[in-house]
């Protein structure tokens, strides 16, 4: 059981709800002014302040006061080729031709700039409406993204407690061992085989066996390196077992020089992927405890039927057919909730859901993500 389950959480999203409906509102009352303004107006005017704001970002230090009256000059013909550009019907053209004036000038100061830009307030007001529209849209967005990220995180959440719930009701005295002792016994003796079987088939047989699983996606095993299994296949040292090969490669060259045609090759091949055999083991291969639900085990089973039944003795592929006839039995499912809630469930996740903690937080949390939901689904997108 995650740890998310393990204590009561105040489950409380109405700031959250009023954080939306408050930037909704101020994300619709911007685009009614922009509206009002006309946007692309808006646009054309900004466009123009923002080309004249970058002029004087570049020349009005070194164009004031004592600074370089060739840069002055300059910033002069800037200014003059800006005005000219400008179109008669543009919004306040006015004002950026009173900012020319300021301009025309022997010698410039500081407070000349500080005049242009007073000069550009309105302006400066009309672009700030693009800027607060963009502004308040991209607050709205984010928190919607938030919204949505809340409303998954409390589906996790409903999930784990439904979890919690079904476990802390599960009969703790019911008898497992039905379940327990066949996956069991299937478990060793499936882990006996393939442990023989890297011991006494050769290298060759047993990489081919592993490169055949990914075929069957329930059987997790991890595909042979392809310089491995290219070796294996084309080297006379390929018929030794697993366990031949990794000693191998541990000798010195010299000495292995007389086990091997092309010391060099092995050691690249085999010493190279030491972890990768080392960790090749019949794990893919067991049955988890507690056990999958039936739906689920049923296919994995079916398919670790097909692949044990290429290496291993009869015995274990009975084995597997006996777990296989419990998935059939009325009480599996019983069975399998109290073997979770043997294995995973703590002293202090009982006591909740005998006092109904369990039950109060999953209503909340239900509750909450139920309001984010509706909110989200009314309030329009961005």
């Known amino acids: 059981m995650t740890n998310s389950v393990t204590a009561g959480e105040a489950v409380d999203v109405s700031d959250l709800v009023a954080d939306l409906e408050a930037a909704a509102d101020a994300y619709e009352r911007a685009s009614e002014r922009v509206d009002e303004r006309g946007e692309a107006e808006l646009r054309r005017i900004a466009e123009y302040y923002d080309e004249l704001q970058s002029l004087f970002d570049q020349y009005e230090e070194e164009a004031t006061g004592d600074g370089d009256f060739m840069v002055f000059i300059e910033f002069q013909e800037e200014m003059e080729g800006f005005i000219e550009r400008l179109p008669e019907d543009l919004p306040h053209r006015e004002r950026f031709e009173e900012v020319d004036d300021v301009m025309q000038q022997r010698r410039l100061t500081e407070s000349d700039f500080a005049a242009a830009r007073d000069a550009l307030s309105p ?3 009309d672009v700030a409406l693009l800027t607060e529209r963009d502004a308040t849209r991209s607050r709205y967005e984010d928190l ?34 039905r379940l327990r002792d066949p996956i069991e016994s299937y478990n060793e003796a499936v882990s006996k085989a393939f442990t023989a079987f890297k011991r006494e088939s050769s290298a060759r047989d047993v990489l081919s066996f592993v490169a055949t699983t990914t075929a069957f996606p329930l059987v997790p095993y991890q595909e042979p390196p392809e310089t491995l299994r290219e ?30 045609d092309d010391a060099d090759a092995l050691k690249r091949s085999v010493g190279a992927n030491q972890t990768y055999l080392r960790r090749l083991d019949a794990d893919p291969l067991r049955i988890e405890w507690p056990p999958r639900p039936a739906a689920e085990l049923q296919w994995r089973v ?34 399998r909730q109290s073997a979770r809630a043997r294995e995973q469930l703590t002293e202090a996740q009982r006591e909740r859901v005998a006092s109904g903690a369990v039950d109060e937080e999953l209503a909340s949390t239900r509750e909450a993500k139920q309001l984010l939901e509706e909110t989200l689904a009314e309030l329009p997108e961005a």
Do not use: N
């Open 231 to 260: 070796y294996v296949e084309t080297a006379e040292a390929g018929t030794e077992s697993l366990v031949t090969l990794r000693e191998y490669a541990d000798y010195s060259k010299s000495k292995l020089d007389h086990y091997v």
């Open 123 to 125: 302006v400066d007001d």
């Open 144 to 177: 919607r993204k938030k919204g949505r990220r809340r409303v998954r995180e409390l589906g996790e959440r409903i999930g784990d407690l439904e979890s919690l719930q079904r476990m802390g009701e599960a009969d703790l005295d019911a008898p497992v061992e």
């Open 302 to 335: 079916r398919e670790l039927i097909q692949v044990t039944g290429r290496f291993a003795p009869d015995d274990v592929v009975a084995a597997l057919r006996d777990v296989r006839a419990r998935l059939d039995d009325d009480e599996y499912e019983r069975l």
